[in-house]
């Protein structure tokens, strides 16, 4: 049967009918290897995204956990939901935070959402207003501060080290805001191994950015996205549980623990928070089936050992990408150490030439996130953010090898030798 070509908008024609978000919105990831150019003339390796391991997803486990809830509550499990979400899941995430972070909290202090991405846009869309000014640390993830672009507000970014926001930046920049007229709304923040540093926020500075935020009447809201991935250390207390839910949302994920697939997330907050929040939910909530599998899954104890699994894995990969690092890349660049999550943030050494590391990154097979991406500022080009969650363990050796010829063909301008 013979088809018709769709007929399409003229270009101006769809430029005129855009939304100023669209025009105006935040920029998608640069991936070194990764524009439309001809094929590589070697196939790469990916320390590109931050994704679970493929191997250790919980298939089967899953597979099990929901036939058992469609066995047991089909119906229930297959109709809308709310928009608050599954009851039995909200109860068990506040059984859970209760006891981790010392709160007496309920499934009323909790709503589920399409990821922690759906929570930023409810949290963006319940409190900003176009004009007001989020703030987010610099670097930063981009999906999380497009949320707050996405409401035509103004985005500004708060400089910070390895032990997180700087607080007498913070305080500066919410203070000229304020003397300028404008109202800073939002503090968007990673606290625990940031997403792209992997830095985690000491506990001095949490205390302090809690302060700061609360004397100004800024809202706080928390991505804790990783904060289950630990491979060692301490776990610190939530910025949540140190303003004891006074002006800070937090948002978790089953995403980075489970997997992404899954699309679901929560906000914490208190109740008159909440209550703001489902006002600006139309989408009649996210599915009562996967939300009562996950349950399932999780209070039989199957969440807490995949957890345990899933983190030694990790923490092997970091290990080995680490000593590739050191043994192949110290000359060209530096490096921190995290304690957990997904990612290594690299730091070029001055000789090293960003654009034409990009290049042969390309040419050698291996492909990693600039950091520009992460910066709305145009900075972060003597930066590049390696993620070791998604790669085979065995390939990172290899991986690291092609990064360091790439690195040293930049730093000198010739091609490197094979090694």
Not at 133 to 147: D, I, N, Q, Y
Not at 259 to 283: H, N, S, Y
Not at 379 to 385: A, E, K, L, Q
Request: charged share 25%.
């Amino acid at each position: 049967m013979a088809t018709t070509p769709l007929d399409t908008w003229e270009a101006d024609q769809l430029e005129k009918s855009l939304s100023r978000r669209v025009k105006g919105g935040f920029g998608a990831f640069w991936v070194a290897g990764s524009r439309p150019q001809e094929p590589p003339p070697v196939q790469p390796i990916a320390l590109t995204g931050g994704i679970p391991d493929p191997d250790a997803l919980p298939i089967e486990e899953l597979i099990e956990s929901s036939n058992r809830v469609l066995r047991r509550e089909g119906p229930e499990a297959l109709r809308y939901g709310g928009h608050q979400g599954s009851p039995g899941l909200r109860e068990w995430l506040a059984e859970e935070t209760s006891r981790r972070e010392g709160l007496a909290l309920t499934g009323d202090n909790f709503t589920i959402t399409n990821g922690i991405s759906g929570g930023l846009i409810n949290v963006a869309q319940t409190f900003l207003d176009e004009g007001d000014v989020g703030l987010a640390e610099s670097p930063t993830f981009p999906g999380g501060v497009g949320a707050f672009q996405n409401c035509l507000c103004n985005v500004d970014g708060v400089p910070m080290d390895a032990d997180g926001i700087l607080p007498d930046a913070l305080e500066e920049i919410i203070t000229r805001h304020e003397d300028e007229g404008r109202r800073v709304k939002l503090l968007y923040s990673v606290p625990n191994f940031q997403n792209p540093t992997g830095y985690t926020m000491s506990l001095e500075r949490r205390h302090a950015v809690v302060e700061i935020c609360q004397r100004h009447n800024v809202l706080i809201a928390e991505d804790d996205a990783y904060g289950d991935i630990r491979f060692e250390g301490e776990r610190l207390p939530s910025l949540f549980a140190i303003a004891r839910g006074n002006g800070v949302v937090f948002l978790g994920s089953f995403s980075k623990t489970m997997a992404t697939g899954l699309r679901v997330g929560w906000t914490l907050a208190a109740e008159p928070v909440i209550d703001a929040l489902l006002q600006t939910r139309f989408d009649l909530g996210g599915s009562p089936w996967v939300h009562r599998a996950i349950l399932e899954f999780a209070s039989a104890g199957l969440l807490e050992r995949h957890v345990a699994t899933v983190n030694e894995i990790y923490r092997r990969k970091r290990d080995a990408m680490l000593s590739a690092l050191e043994e192949r890349c110290s000359r060209y660049a530096s490096w921190n150490r995290p304690e957990g999550g997904y990612f290594l943030w690299l730091t070029l050494a001055e000789t090293v030439d960003p654009k034409a590391l990009a290049d042969a990154a390309r040419r050698h097979g291996v492909a990693y996130v600039g950091g520009q991406a992460f910066h709305r500022d145009g900075g972060g080009h003597n930066s590049i953010r390696l993620a070791f969650s998604f790669v085979k363990e065995s390939e990172i050796p290899e991986a690291i090898q092609r990064l360091g010829r790439a690195l040293e063909e930049a730093a000198d301008g010739s091609p490197a030798q094979s090694s």
